[in-house]
């Protein structure tokens, strides 16, 4: 009988441990879910972007940060040139955003970049003055004027690339003097870094006449800006690409598709950028 009743209380014993591990949730079952969105990577990422990118980016990564929480944006700006540069030297940027797409393909051709070029904006050129104007500049025509100080940028900057094709294509125009080019040239008395700098010298009155991007000219409130003829100027296309040595190449990803699409461009828009060609 003692042993019968051993049993019989051993088997009571099983049962009630069984009930009660199937009452008792697992930790894994409690555990909160991610606030993470759906087929979106955290993570902190650094932006190298091109120096006109500046305000627009600003806005961009606030607004991003707030739709992806965990993610936090560092926003580093300079001529695409010298970015592109500091990546190959080994710099630690996760997505390059370039004024150009020359610069970023670069990387692709040397095998610093994860994946193809992204284009996903595009500006157009404008000349800008001082608000007081002393060098009465109504055309560009009149920035090849004796005696004009003209700001530029350094040679190999995208802004200046695209400058320089300007200049050759207002040569061509009804209108414009003979040796338009070479006198613009000779006017210049100052080579910046970036495109940022060179609308800085203007609005500090440290020259007549730019070439910028419009985008730039609209950043400024102590500048005036004079009509390019739209059959001469040129399309500035923006590209970007991940960096290879990313080591958030998932979230880098998600922030690039992110600025090309819907939302990335209708804050590039409210800025004055134009969609990609």
């Given at each position: 009988?003692?042993?019968?009743?051993?049993?019989?209380?051993?088997?009571?014993?099983?049962?009630?441990?069984?009930?009660?591990?199937?009452?008792?949730?697992?930790?894994?079952?409690?555990?909160?879910a991610s606030t993470t969105p759906t087929g979106a990577a955290s993570g902190s990422l650094t932006i190298y972007a091109a120096a006109s990118?500046?305000?627009?980016?600003?806005?961009?990564?606030?607004?991003?940060?707030?739709?992806?929480?965990?993610?936090?944006?560092?926003?580093?700006?300079?001529?695409?040139?010298?970015?592109?540069?500091?990546?190959e030297q080994g710099a630690p940027a996760d997505v390059f955003l370039s004024a150009d797409s020359a610069n970023p393909q670069k990387l692709?051709?040397?095998?610093?970049?994860?994946?193809?070029?992204?284009?996903?904006?595009?500006?157009?050129?404008?000349?800008?003055?001082?608000?007081?104007?002393?060098?009465?500049?109504?055309?560009?025509?009149?920035?090849?004027?004796?005696?004009v100080k003209i700001i530029a940028a350094a040679t190999g900057v995208p802004i200046q690339k695209y400058a320089d094709k300007l200049v050759?294509?207002?040569?061509?125009?009804?209108?414009?003097?003979?040796?338009?080019?070479?006198?613009?040239?000779?006017?210049?008395?100052?080579?910046?870094?970036?495109?940022?700098?060179?609308?800085?010298?203007?609005?500090?009155?440290?020259?007549?006449?730019?070439?910028?991007?419009?985008?730039?000219?609209?950043?400024?409130?102590?500048?005036?800006?004079?009509?390019?003829?739209?059959?001469?100027?040129?399309?500035?296309?923006?590209?970007?690409?991940?960096?290879?040595?990313?080591?958030?190449?998932?979230?880098?990803?998600?922030?690039?598709?992110?600025?090309?699409?819907?939302?990335?461009?209708?804050?590039?828009?409210?800025?004055?950028?134009?969609?990609?060609?």
């Open positions: 009988m003692r042993s019968r009743f051993a049993v019989l209380s051993a088997v009571i014993a099983l049962v009630l441990t069984a009930c009660s591990s199937a009452a008792t949730p697992s930790p894994s079952s409690t555990a909160p990118l500046k305000a627009v980016l600003a806005k961009a990564a606030s607004a991003y940060q707030a739709a992806n929480p965990g993610t936090t944006l560092t926003i580093s700006t300079d001529s695409s040139s010298a970015l592109e540069t500091k990546i692709v051709d040397k095998g610093l970049a994860a994946g193809t070029v992204v284009t996903f904006a595009g500006n157009l050129l404008t000349v800008i003055v001082p608000k007081a104007n002393p060098a009465a500049i109504r055309s560009p025509a009149d920035v090849a004027k004796p005696g050759a294509n207002l040569a061509k125009e009804s209108g414009y003097p003979a040796g338009f080019a070479t006198a613009y040239a000779a006017n210049v008395i100052s080579r910046e870094d970036n495109v940022g700098a060179v609308a800085s010298k203007i609005s500090l009155g440290e020259g007549d006449a730019a070439i910028v991007y419009a985008t730039d000219a609209k950043a400024w409130d102590n500048i005036a800006t004079v009509a390019v003829p739209a059959d001469a100027n040129v399309p500035a296309t923006y590209g970007g690409v991940v960096v290879l040595g990313s080591t958030n190449q998932a979230a880098a990803d998600g922030f690039l598709a992110w600025l090309a699409g819907p939302d990335g461009r209708a804050i590039l828009a409210t800025f004055g950028f134009l969609p990609a060609p």
